[in-house]
């Protein structure tokens, strides 16, 4: 009889406390949290109140070293295809196409001035299937590849989810390669022709 | 330092309990590989693997109550696949051994020790799914991750993935 | 008085009323049910599916059935280099991301026998705690919510929310993290972070107890979950349970006290097991206190890990990461404390290639759920409910 | 005040225009198109909003300032969702469901005093009936669950069956210790027997010393008979899907909702108008600020009558957003064993205390 009177009252007493704690959040719901990021130093002033926040309007800020979309600056590119390698996915395709002698200048120079010695017509990167790990800006040498803190870039078509970042159109790279082709065929000629004169 | 004397009290203990199967099995099992990161020993009669891990569990010296993980495995060079177990006698003696059974790629049975562990019973069934060992005396030895009708055994290294899964295309 | 019994298979219900059979029903044919539970159920915690026989409310059997969510972890593990599984492993338990990825990189720096440096040490410890902490949040909460209790669920998001912005700012990304890497971490952690995980701790330690008194000493609550789903020690440890729920059957078993790595053993903390004054050993609410005992006993190795952190001066946290990893031959079998229990990673190498031969997880929510079977036998289906939320299972960890 | 009583009411009924009686229709509209706003207003916006702020959310905040048009936005989609009826279900007895539900929690109406002056009709036994209606739902819900053909519909409507017929007993004779204090059924009369110039001292749950008993047995009984949490079995969302309405979509859904804040309103009204006094103002005569005769009067009247009816709702949604749920065995040892008695207790307490003091 006891146990039975003591449940009636700790279901009382428990379910009071309850009640007076969803009771204290409703009173303090005329506090917000804000959106203040972890990096702010009174990140944890206000502890109380309202926590959520309207995505579109208001957004937490993502710290400066997130990894989401991945973006490559193909201004530093060099095409050495070592993020191709790396992806687990394989989420990166790329094509090169060497770059002729004469073309080096028009080809330029990446920010810390080394020389870059092909054209990459397709640099693509199906962002759809990027898992933002982050191994291929490890693996990068020019540090040109790079995730950016931007999370929020849904597509309506699928296809659009694949970036492309190559340097050339199609026609260009046409151009290019079969000026290669040219260059080398001569060179080869060239080199036939000091054969034979030996 | 201390890992090194960690890891060798790990190949003392486990050598120790090697000893105690070695004398009552003798020839059915080989001898121990004590390495440092995983000392085992391979049942060589496979037909006697339950009557092993039996007394594994119950030897007084030996009380391996607790089967950490089973992974089958597959050995294309010898024409085998097997299972690697790990054991450890949990909150009692705390030594650590492991154990490789292995059986034929064609059709081959390991007996099943669910009845022993019954941690084993979906371990055999993952191990069944994904190598294709027959685990005989299994009570319900059917693919627990991939479908029912699923063809093929996907970790085997020669493993060829079907073209059509119910008119799915399935490599994507 | 009367005296109820049954003849037959349940066909006829009859009475004894002094020596004389009165029958009181005919034909009552009752029939077992087969109720599919799942895949797209609220409270089965993703798409696991159970194919439940039941006589009425009352289940005899639930049968799990798995592999909605096979993505063949092992198979691509096989394909990729040893760095490359780091993020894979995220994906295997996607709850506590760091703690996955501390299991492995421990298991292939035991096959490379590497010597880690002190601070890279701590700070896995952290965000590891810190995750578990997380984890057992959303257990917790999910837990509320498969009883029926919404707020709490919701109390615990905002402080994971809190705890996932935490690890985005060290590693950059909010639940895979890929920061725990083979000798190493991707970056070391930013420069204000272990206060702000200070702070954390002392925001969160009065968060706790409010939803200690909200949800786990509510009366309701302790009714639904106190004496359902009781599983004995020998048969725990039988069925290869581990982390919260062999400690919830009272088995004083914790893989960072009993088999410890990392700087565990330099730190101070309680093992925690129910002491059968609140909950009977085994059941559902021992395992809930187990977790919520953990969250504050994670809390203090936290605290501890940052006074004995080594200062970053000249630190780098790449530095013990070989150039190219590939191990000699052999093979191990290597595990940790994760959240749901032992995460074990079996890896074999060649000693050729820069992958691995075989890489087996040994999942923790795998083994725990295989006693399904076994737990859910003669049990309510408001009961199997909350035996489902007590085992805490993340299907992405299941399914591997 | 006796004359005033039912005075619209009155005059509604004779209200006819081209032979018809539209008096009778318009009284059948006022409370139809109470429970409409109310349920758009109070029950799923101020629902939303009170469990966000509960949990320490925002709540709907996108349609219209704070949210308010929310409603308005849920009730175009619901309308154009596909009204779906299942194949295996049992056609006559889904779609009659909602129907029967719905009609029960609106039957109950007819007897609430809303106000000194409107009462939509004024039976003597009104109390018994408005007891007595609340059983009809129980016949929607079976025939919503049985005639989806759905494992978890059925659950949801045996349970739902057993529990309110289990309910009924305490929530009734709760009830009746209010009868037995007022010595009437009727409603209106009951009300009127709570008035006086010390306003809230002259409710029946200040008048004896063990009126909150009742008073509590029959919110909890209450609570269990409308579906609401702690006592959601019978949806119990994270064990049945959502019970007996898993099937529905579409209007259906939106009318058995609808029936389930009728309810809601409807216990509401009934425990304040039997404990608290209905349309009287709880408000006392202070000397010269004669607040309670101020605040009286028809149209006060339903102004706290609602307000007392919302102030209940309050209190279910609070403790909807703070309980987990009961498992059945639990609901029914609470029922028989608990609240039963302690009503039994009660109601011979009330009889003595009536009898025996003055």
Redesign the interface.
Same mark, same amino acid.
């Given at each position: 009889m006891s146990e039975?009177f003591g449940?009636?009252k $700790?279901?009382a007493v428990?379910?009071a406390?309850?009640?007076g704690? $969803?009771?204290k959040?409703?009173f303090?719901?005329v506090h917000r949290k804000g959106d203040a990021? /972890?990096?702010d130093v009174d990140?944890?002033r206000q502890?109380d109140?309202?926590?959520? /926040?309207?995505y579109p309007h208001e957004t937490?800020p993502?710290?400066a070293?997130?990894?989401y979309r991945l973006n490559n600056d193909i201004d530093d590119c060099i095409g050495c295809g070592q993020c191709v390698r790396?992806c687990?996915i394989g989420c990166i395709t790329m094509e090169t196409v060497k770059v002729a002698p004469d073309d080096l200048g028009a080809c330029g120079k990446t920010r810390d001035g080394q020389q870059k010695k092909f054209w990459i017509p397709v640099f693509d990167i199906d962002v759809a299937k990027c898992?933002?790990?982050?191994?291929c800006t490890?693996v990068c040498p020019t540090e040109c590849l790079a995730?950016t803190p931007v999370a929020d870039f849904s597509e309506f078509d699928r296809s659009n989810f694949i970036y492309h970042f190559g340097n050339l159109t199609r026609l260009e790279a046409e151009a290019k390669r079969r000026k290669l082709a040219d260059i080398q065929a001569k060179a080869k000629a060239e080199k036939e022709k000091k054969e034979e004169e030996n | 330092m201390e890992e090194v004397k960690e890891v060798s009290r790990l190949v003392q203990e486990s050598t120790a309990a090697y000893r105690i199967i070695c004398e009552q099995f003798g020839e059915a099992v080989s001898a121990l590989d004590s390495n440092d990161t995983m000392p085992f020993f391979e049942v060589l009669e496979s037909g006697r693997w339950v009557e092993i891990a039996l007394f594994m569990r119950d030897h007084a010296k030996l009380k391996f109550n607790y089967m950490a993980c089973m992974s089958g495995v597959d050995y294309p060079t010898e024409g085998k696949v097997g299972i690697v177990c790990n054991f450890q006698s949990l909150a009692l003696l705390n030594h650590k051994l492991s154990v490789k059974v292995k059986c034929d790629r064609a059709g081959g049975c390991i007996p099943s020790v669910s009845r022993v562990w019954h941690t084993a019973n979906w371990h055999e069934r993952e191990a069944y799914d994904l190598f294709g060992m027959i685990f005989t005396g299994h009570p319900e030895l059917k693919r627990i991750l991939c479908p029912d009708d699923w063809e093929g055994y996907p970790l085997r290294k020669d493993y060829k993935v079907q073209e059509r899964y119910h008119g799915i295309k399935v490599p994507y | 008085m009367q005296e109820l019994d049954t003849v037959g298979q349940g066909s006829v219900r009859v009475t004894r009323k002094s020596d004389k059979l009165v029958i009181l029903e005919k034909d009552l044919a009752t029939e077992q049910m087969v109720l599919a539970m799942g895949p797209q159920h609220p409270s089965t915690h993703g798409v696991l599916k159970l194919e439940c026989l039941t006589d009425g409310e009352v289940i005899t059997e639930a049968i799990p059935c798995l592999g909605y969510l096979h993505r063949c972890f092992e198979k691509?593990c096989e394909n990729?280099d040893y760095? @490359? #599984?780091?993020? %894979?492993t995220d994906r295997l338990d996607y709850l506590s991301g760091m703690n996955s990825e501390f299991a492995y990189a421990l298991a292939v720096e035991k096959l490379l026998d590497l010597e880690i440096p002190r601070r890279v040490e701590f700070i896995r410890v952290i965000v590891s705690e810190l995750n578990r902490i997380a984890s057992h949040l959303v257990a917790i909460g999910t837990y509320g919510i498969d009883l029926g209790a919404f707020?709490p669920f919701l109390f615990c998001f905002?402080d994971r *929310? #809190?705890i996932l912005?935490?690890l985005?700012?060290a590693s950059? =990304?909010r639940m895979?993290y &890929?920061y725990i890497w083979i000798g190493g971490l @991707? %970056?070391d952690v930013?420069t204000?972070f272990l206060k702000?995980v200070r702070?954390?701790v =002392?925001?969160f330690r009065p968060k706790a107890v *409010?939803l200690q008194?909200?949800l786990t000493? &509510?009366? #309701?609550f302790v009714k639904r979950t106190h004496g359902i789903g009781i599983m004995p020690a020998d048969v725990a440890i039988n069925y290869g349970w581990s982390g919260p729920m062999l400690r919830g059957s009272g088995v004083k078993w914790d893989l960072r006290r009993n088999d410890p790595y990392s700087v565990y053993p330099e730190i101070d903390f309680k093992v925690a097991v129910p002491d059968g004054k609140h909950s009977v050993i085994g059941d559902c609410l021992s395992r809930h206190l187990v977790r919520a005992v953990e969250m504050e006993e994670s809390l203090k190795i936290i605290e501890q890990c940052i006074d004995k952190i080594p200062s970053p001066e000249g630190f780098n946290s790449r530095s013990a990461i070989p150039k190219r990893i590939r191990p000699k031959a052999g093979e191990v079998y290597s595990r940790a404390e994760n959240p749901r229990g032992e995460l074990g990673f079996y890896l074999e190498s060649d000693g050729k290639s820069t992958k691995p031969v075989r890489c087996k997880a040994r999942s923790s929510c795998f083994v725990n759920l295989s006693a399904m079977k076994d737990l859910s036998k003669g049990q309510l289906i408001p009961d199997l409910v909350a035996i489902i939320g007590s085992i805490d299972i993340v299907l992405g960890e299941v399914d591997r | 005040m006796g004359n005033s009583l039912n005075a619209w009411s009155e005059a509604l009924i004779g209200f006819n225009l081209l032979g018809l009686p539209l008096g009778l229709i318009v009284i059948a509209v006022i409370p139809l198109l109470f429970i409409a706003l109310y349920s758009l207003t109070y029950g799923v916006y101020g629902e939303r909003k009170?469990s966000?702020?509960?949990?320490?959310?925002?709540g709907p905040?996108?349609v219209g300032k704070w949210g308010i048009l929310q409603t308005i936005a849920d009730i175009l989609k619901l309308i154009q969702k596909e009204d779906i009826l299942p194949t295996s279900a049992d056609r006559f007895l889904f779609v009659i469901g909602p129907g029967i539900l719905f009609v029960g929690s609106f039957l109950a109406y007819a007897v609430l005093p809303f106000s000194p002056a409107f009462i939509g009709a004024s039976l003597n036994v009104g109390l018994y009936y408005a007891i007595g209606i609340v059983a009809l739902e129980v016949v929607g819900i079976l025939a919503a669950g049985w005639g989806s053909n759905n494992k978890w519909s059925l659950y949801g409507a045996v349970r739902s069956v057993a529990q309110i017929v289990s309910y009924e007993i305490p929530a009734a004779i709760a009830l009746l210790c209010g009868a037995m204090m007022a010595g009437t059924l009727d409603m209106q009369q009951i009300n009127v027997l709570q008035s006086g110039e010390y306003g809230f001292a002259h409710f029946y749950l200040f008048q004896s010393p063990i009126a909150w008993l009742p008073f509590l047995i029959y919110f909890i009984a209450s609570l269990a008979e409308v579906n609401r949490a702690p006592f959601d079995i019978p949806e119990a969302e994270s064990e049945l899907v959502a019970g007996y309405f898993t099937e529905y979509s579409g209007m259906k859904f939106a009318v058995i909702f609808l029936a389930e804040y009728g309810s809601m309103f409807m216990v509401s009204a009934i425990i304040s108008v039997v404990f608290l006094g209905g349309w009287n103002s709880p408000l006392p005569n202070l000397g010269s600020f004669a607040l309670n005769t101020w605040t009286n009067g028809p149209v006060w009247g339903a102004f706290w009558m609602i307000s007392k009816g919302f102030f209940f709702i309050f209190v279910q949604m609070?403790?909807r957003?703070?309980?987990p749920r009961l498992r059945v065995d639990q609901l029914m040892y609470l029922c028989w064993?608990?609240l039963t008695p302690f009503a039994f207790i009660s109601f011979v307490l009330t009889a003595i205390w009536e009898i025996y003091v003055p």
């Open positions: 039975y449940n009636i $700790t279901g428990t379910i406390t309850g009640m704690i $969803t009771l959040h409703f303090n719901a990021g /972890l990096d990140y944890f502890v109140g309202l926590c959520t /926040l309207q937490i993502t710290p070293n997130a990894r790396a687990p898992m933002t790990c982050g191994i490890t995730h | - | 691509c990729v760095p @490359a #599984i780091v993020p %894979y707020t905002r *929310e #809190i912005g935490l985005e700012w950059g =990304a895979l &890929n @991707a %970056y930013p204000d702000r702070e954390f =002392a925001y *409010e008194n909200l000493e &509510n009366e #309701i | 009170i966000a702020f509960m949990q320490d959310r925002l905040m996108e609070w403790l957003w703070t309980l064993k608990v």
